[in-house]
DNA sequence: GCCAACGTTGGC
DNA sequence: GCCAACGTTGGC
């Protein structure tokens, strides 16, 4: 089992809606690093940290976690979607995505909080420069967010 | 809105 | 394959 990072900018979807939806498929994602995460590494119920980003409050706003293997993004073969990609065929999709099940809000453990925390300062999603959307997290890591969550 | 940092594109 | 130019992310 392993575990997992995600970010969603709430006024997209945010952890009300995600909890709302139940199992969804994670839309969007068009960096080639996030996914390959989805595609080579995740596996039903790895655990998922839903993170909100590009927000007043960034930070942890609730848990899930990974509720199918990959499969193609059908948001890349629609020309309507923002998320079209015009060099993707249905032959040989580029992007591909799993679903993500809501499974509890937490209180908002914020982005500052997370920075003053030195058991999670070796955190992917902290390091200086780091945009990546979906990134690990150690077990050790898991389980002091976790304890703060309690 | 600013801007640092990183990713992608495309000419050569 | 290099790398300049451009685009995106995302905190502040």
């Not at 979607?81 to 992007?95: G, Q």
């Amino acid at each position: 089992m392993n575990f997992w990072l995600m970010k969603s900018e709430p006024n997209e979807v945010s952890i009300d809606d995600a909890l709302r939806l139940g199992a969804a498929p994670w839309f969007g994602v068009r960096n080639y690093q996030a996914r390959n995460f989805m595609r080579d590494q995740m596996r039903v119920g790895d655990g998922v940290l839903f993170y909100h980003s590009s927000c007043a409050e960034p930070g942890v706003a609730g848990v899930a976690e990974v509720a199918s293997t990959a499969y193609p993004d059908a948001t890349q073969f629609d020309p309507d979607s923002h998320y079209f990609d015009p060099k993707s065929t249905l032959e040989n999709p580029r992007w591909m995505l799993v679903d993500v099940k809501a499974t509890r809000k937490t209180r908002l453990l914020s982005l500052a909080e997370m920075r003053e925390n030195p058991s999670l300062s070796s955190m992917v999603v902290l390091q200086k420069g780091s945009r990546l959307s979906i990134t690990p997290v150690t077990p050790a890591e898991w389980k002091t967010i976790m304890q703060l969550l309690a």
